[in-house]
């Protein structure tokens, strides 16, 4: 078949590396317009526009799937389209434009969570299971037929950084048998049962640690947003990004939530319920260090986070 792939972050390019590997032709890859990355602001491609010229595909960099977008893909008469966190939506006329239609690889099981961020809400939620999804593409979002699933259990410690990276070599090839099926007609796509739920795009705010909550929420919202938007709390007013934690050792002394300690080498700080462990923090204005180091040139009356 001839596809169009539509993409944009990293998650995204196993898909593609594995549909340019599959016996269908990629005609077209759609990706957000190059944007500015680093101190200097350097106008970067996305990942997705990296690999296609990798690949030698051909690219149409557009900020929306507008007007234009949709002339230049019906111009390669596409008989399927295929979008991996592209970053917008796909309306009419583009959702008729391929002769099959255009199909979804997912971050979820469907309809537990629909929306830009699934994985990331997934995590703060505490589920016990990861999935990612293949669905047919409809004009309300995320609720189309879904074609396959691959369920895993959710990876003790992991953050949605490494669950995405895991869910998007995973979820490559159950997008290419999907594509496959539906090229040789065996595809059958079923309903989706249940109430949704949804996970709209997390922002700042999202990332503040509330040390007042039980250490097992803590460590759920941790995960959920590192490394993006990142998780943060406060010391006597100055912002703290926490990089990497866990749950302390069960013989760590309970301390009030949000007060710092050392115990065995190692930094923890108080919850609701038992501490929290901090492995690797950045403080406003220096670079990531090891929390230990931190910790020792602290002020002794500076020791409560959120504070």
């Given amino acids: 078949m001839r596809l169009v792939f539509a993409g944009t972050p990293a998650p995204a390019v196993p898909s593609l590396r594995a549909l340019h590997a599959s016996s269908h032709d990629i005609v077209t890859v759609v990706t957000r317009e190059d944007a500015p990355l ?9 990942p997705v526009a990296a690999a296609a010229t990798e690949l030698g595909l051909p690219i149409v960099k557009a900020g929306r799937l507008n007007e234009a977008a949709t002339s230049a893909i019906a111009a390669v008469r596409p008989d399927l389209g295929v979008i991996v966190a592209y970053g917008g939506l796909v309306r009419e006329p583009l959702l008729s434009t391929p002769r099959h239609g255009w199909i979804n690889l997912h971050f979820s099981r469907l309809p537990r969570w629909r929306g830009a961020a699934p994985v990331q809400h997934g995590l703060i939620a505490g589920d016990f299971e990861i999935a990612a999804s293949v669905f047919r593409l409809v004009a309300e979002l995320d609720a189309g037929d879904v074609f396959d699933e691959v369920v895993l259990p959710t990876p003790a410690d992991a953050t949605a950084g490494e669950v995405l990276d895991l869910l998007a070599e995973r979820g490559a090839l159950l997008l290419r048998d999907v594509v496959d099926a539906i090229a040789d007609g065996s595809a059958v796509a079923r309903p989706q049962v249940g109430a949704p739920s949804f996970a709209p795009k997390l922002g700042d705010d999202d990332g503040r640690l509330e040390w007042n909550a039980p250490r097992d929420e803590v460590l759920h919202r941790f995960r959920g947003v590192t490394p993006e938007p990142g998780a943060h709390t406060t010391l006597d007013g100055g912002r703290l990004k926490v990089l990497r934690a866990r749950a302390a050792a069960p013989e760590a002394p309970a301390l009030p939530p949000g007060r710092l300690g050392l115990h065995a080498r190692t930094v923890v700080v108080g919850t609701a319920t038992e501490p929290v462990a901090l492995e ?23 020791l409560v986070l959120g504070s």
């Fill in 38 to 46: 680093g101190r200097k602001r350097v106008l970067t491609p996305s």
């Fill in 280 to 302: 690797r923090v950045q403080p406003a204005g220096r670079g990531p260090m090891d929390a230990g180091d931190w910790f020792r040139g602290l002020r002794q009356n500076a």
